[in-house]
Structures are given as structure tokens and as C-alpha cells.
């Protein structure tokens, strides 16, 4: 599975990073848990049909899209949440709703909540719902080149 290849991906480009097993596990709530991470430290990774078209949104488990008010940010006529099968030809190496936040890997654009971007460390699915990496938000920065947004979210 995925976690393979995004290990590589921390792995090429010398980042730091701590792989955490654990068992199944399938909302992000429960998977921090579950590790031991404060939810508002989790990257919670979503994908929006925007117009169409995919686009990777990351935010702290903690919180929920308001998909009308993605709407509006991003002035679209159609917002919705991504199917399992969207999901399944999206990122065919990983577990549905797994998905790691490198959207970069998959063709895709990165957006981040600001308030996830302010955290010093982040911990995130790596395709699977049985391991977790996590490493700096500053590294992920790095590599995932996300545009910071300011999500509503609850």
C-alpha cells in the first residue's frame, strides 16, 4: 500500500519523519486517538469535487467542511465531497479514505486549513487505516507546497 511509497517520498527528500502502527481505525478523530495525537494536530485529508474537478483539502480532525462555504471560497457553482469510486481512481494504491496528504503525488492541488498550518508537528494516514506518519509541518511545507486557506469549518 501507499505507505511504502510515501515513505520513500520523506525518505528521498532526508525528512525526518516517525511511522506509528496501529489498529484499524477509519475517522480521523479515532485514528488520533488511537495514536495518541491531539486531533488539531491530525491532517484530516478530504477531496471536493470542485467543478469536476479533485482538489485535496486538509484539515484538523477536529473539524468538518462546510461544503456551501467552500463553495463560495472558491466562487464554484458545484462543490461536493468525492465518491468511494472518485476515491478509488484517485489513489488507486491506497485505502479508501486513507489518502495521505500529498496531493502533489496524485496530480493534485493541496489546500490547508491555516489553522492546521500553524502547528509545529503534523500526523497523517499513510494509505492505510492502520499506520500514521508523523513529522514537521515545515517539511510537509515543503514538499506538499499547499496553499493556505481560511477554512470555515465546525
Known amino acids: 500500500m501507499t505507505s511504502n ?9 532526508a525528512v525526518k519523519y516517525v511511522s506509528i502502527q496501529h489498529s484499524p481505525a477509519f475517522t480521523a478523530s479515532e485514528v ?10 491530525f491532517a484530516k485529508t478530504v ?5 469536476g474537478a479533485p482538489a485535496m ?9 462546510i461544503l456551501p462555504d ?17 476515491l478509488r481512481e484517485l ?11 500529498f496531493g502533489n503525488l496524485y496530480g493534485l492541488t493541496v489546500y490547508v486549513a491555516a489553522s492546521l498550518a500553524h502547528e509545529r508537528r503534523i500526523a497523517f494516514n499513510a494509505g492505510t ?6 513529522m514537521a509541518y515545515e517539511d510537509f511545507d515543503r514538499l506538499a507546497q499547499p496553499r493556505i486557506i481560511d477554512l470555515v469549518t465546525t
Do not use: W
Open 57 to 65: 483539502i486538509v484539515l484538523p480532525a477536529t473539524r468538518r467542511l
Open 129 to 134: 487505516h492502520t499506520e500514521v506518519i508523523e
Open 70 to 86: 467552500v463553495r463560495e471560497m472558491f466562487e464554484s457553482e458545484e462543490v461536493r465531497l468525492a465518491t468511494e469510486s472518485d
Open 32 to 41: 488520533a486517538q488511537s495514536v495518541h495525537v491531539a486531533g488539531r494536530d
Open 5 to 13: 511509497r510515501i515513505k520513500a517520498y520523506l525518505d528521498e527528500n
Open 47 to 51: 477531496i471536493a469535487m470542485i467543478d
Open 91 to 101: 489513489f488507486p494504491d491506497c485505502e479508501v479514505g486513507a489518502m495521505p496528504p
